[in-house]
């Protein structure tokens, strides 16, 4: 929960100050538009390529059958284990990464539009919706992480999938 609150406060300052400082001061919301995109874009390249790059590796490793020997010692037993199961997934599960990075996209320039017309209408009380919204969309998988919430990867990105979607209504 801890993790979720800090990294949403910290995130959305981040977004305010961008914006409120950094941005052009124009009412146009092209602006907000353009940092939007560059900002869920640029977390979901980043992300989804360090995701996909760190699985390719650990596909090598397990090929050429050497992750024992080249991570031994780094990381734990129980983290090992867990890394010689990434040999078994199959292609749809890959998939589900694709699906979390596009829900998280669309929460991010969601949340974008919603501190910039904080900052153009000079209403506070849309910067918080902004955190509250982004500690929200942090608690299910601080729910699955703590263990509290059991369920699938499935169903689990669809929890995070669906409202994103609601946004574009």
């Given amino acids: 929960l801890y993790g979720a609150v ?22 146009q919301s ?10 869920g874009g640029a977390e979901a390249i980043i992300v989804g390529v360090l995701g996909v790059l760190s699985a390719l590796v650990v ?13 031994d010692g780094y990381i734990s037993k129980t983290t090992l284990a867990q890394m010689r199961g990434l ?3 199959i292609g749809p599960m890959s998939a589900i990464g694709g699906v979390e990075r596009i829900g998280s996209f669309i929460f991010q320039f ?9 900052i153009r209408t000079n209403t506070p009380w849309l910067f918080v919706a902004a955190v509250a919204g982004h500690i929200a969309l942090g608690l299910p998988a601080w729910l699955v992480v703590m263990g ?16 994103a979607l609601g946004v574009l209504a």
Avoid: F, M
Avoid at 30 to 39: K, L, N, P
Avoid at 110 to 118: E, M, Y
């Fill in 148 to 163: 509290v919430l059991h369920v699938s990867l499935w169903v689990y990105e669809g929890i995070y999938l669906i409202p």
């Fill in 87 to 89: 040999e078994h997934v």
């Fill in 30 to 39: 092209g602006t907000a538009v353009a940092y939007a995109i560059g900002h």
């Fill in 110 to 118: 969601a949340l974008t539009l919603v501190v910039w017309r904080s």
């Fill in 59 to 71: 596909g090598v490793l397990i090929n050429a059958g050497q992750l024992d020997s080249a991570l």
């Fill in 6 to 27: 800090v990294s949403s406060v910290v995130e959305e300052t981040g977004r305010y100050l961008g914006l409120r400082y950094l941005a052009r001061p124009r009412e």
